[in-house]
């Protein structure tokens, strides 16, 4: 792949929302990454409940918030939600040691987990220093934006 070539696949990729890509041609095979700090934000997460009967459609509401504040209390340390939709990979590939496990020591910049969305690999770090205390999401299970990953502490 000659220079030009490469130069403008760099340009593409830092003017765009890719975060990372890779092209595999007869004479090679290049991979372009963005370093930019992957956000991870907290927030609360959606609460689904299936559709209540309708004699009970008046008393629904109030059990649902009940039983959603005993499963935030049991959380403790900080949650890591996932930036997106995707496949979610522990490993960067099948039968690789996971990029962090249970017990695991990690500082802030440090890849946590794959999450593949669109054929796009994308490493989501840790935004805080701290021990992996559990990990929320099994290998190769389709996540949903906000799903909790990790919880460190």
Known sequence: MDLRKLKTLIDLVSESNVSE?????????????????TQVVAMP?????SAPAPAAAAGAPA???PAAA?????IAG???????????YRASNP??????DVGT?????????????????NEIESEFDGTITKVLAENGQAIEYGQPLFIIE
Do not use: H
Not at 24 to 35: C, N, Y
Not at 105 to 121: F, N, R
């Open 21 to 37: 890509l890779e092209i595999t041609e007869a004479d090679g095979k290049v991979r372009i990454v963005k370093q930019s700090p």
């Open 45 to 49: 997460a959606p609460v689904y409940a």
């Open 63 to 65: 059990a649902a918030a």
């Open 70 to 74: 005993p499963a935030a209390a049991e």
């Open 78 to 88: 900080t949650v890591v939600k996932s930036p997106m939709v995707g496949t979610f």
């Open 95 to 100: 039968g690789a040691k996971p990029l962090a």
């Open 105 to 121: 020591t990690v500082k802030k910049g440090q890849a946590l987990c794959i999450i593949e969305a669109m054929k796009i690999m």
